[in-house]
């Protein structure tokens, strides 16, 4: 989230459009290389538990509403994530005259506040629940979404300084509510829906994703469409 963006931009404008996806894949040709040298051969030979996963379904998950809030919850912090993915490079250059460049830079800005409060999310959990962390923070994160534009709602200037500080801390908000979303998942899971560790690890994982995928789908989607039937208000 913080080094695609910046690595991505200087391959397109040195190559074109296949460079930055010539350079990921060499990454990742190089990276499968490695996989037999640091992963030790044990792991192949683990035993995995035998279980009836017949008994065991999404429909119980799905049907739990701190299970299914939490899903919510990711689908919406990722898609305040990627929303402004498909305009933000035609805004820098719009508002700002500059580059594709100023627009990979706001996006690293965006991830490392996020990256850098993901340390921290544990702390605050210590003095609230995750229930209040959720309001919270969804409260300020949409305070932060907010003033990306500035909104023409509110008598802001129009400053890359300030789309820059908030997009930082909606980076730090967006934290606060994406990393509890896993934990509040398998602690549902475990105490309401009882089922086993090793269902319950890979159910859980399973709707995370799904969710996460959701959100980076929805959100380029109806950012553009809105980008392009209402401008950036």
Avoid: W
């Amino acid at each position: 989230m913080c080094f695609g963006p910046v690595i991505a931009i200087p391959f397109y404008q040195l190559g074109g459009y296949i460079a930055p996806f010539l350079a990921f894949a060499v990454v990742f040709t190089i990276y499968s290389v490695t996989i037999k040298p640091i992963i030790p051969p044990e792991v192949d030979e683990l035993k995995e538990v035998e279980i009836d996963i017949s008994r065991f379904s999404y429909k119980d998950m799905l049907t739990n509403r701190r299970i299914l809030f939490a899903n919510f919850a990711l689908l919406v912090n990722i898609f305040q994530y990627t929303f402004i993915d498909p305009f933000l490079a035609n805004r820098m250059t719009q508002d700002f005259d500059l580059g594709a460049k100023s627009a990979s830079l706001l996006f690293f800005i965006l991830g490392l506040g996020y990256a850098g409060a993901c340390q921290g999310v544990h702390l605050t959990l210590k003095h609230i629940s995750f229930r209040r962390c959720f309001f919270i923070f969804f409260i300020l994160n949409g305070l932060c979404t907010l003033m990306y534009g500035p909104t023409q709602l509110l008598p802001m200037p129009n400053s890359l300084a300030l789309i820059a500080v908030f997009m930082f801390l909606g980076g730090v908000t967006s934290a606060h509510t994406i990393v509890p979303t896993l934990p509040e998942i398998l602690e549902a899971g475990r105490t309401e829906i009882n089922y086993p560790p090793e269902v319950l690890n890979d159910l859980s994982s399973g709707l995370f994703n799904m969710s996460f995928a959701f959100g980076e789908i929805l959100g380029p989607l109806m950012g553009n469409y809105l980008y392009v039937e209402n401008g950036m208000k």
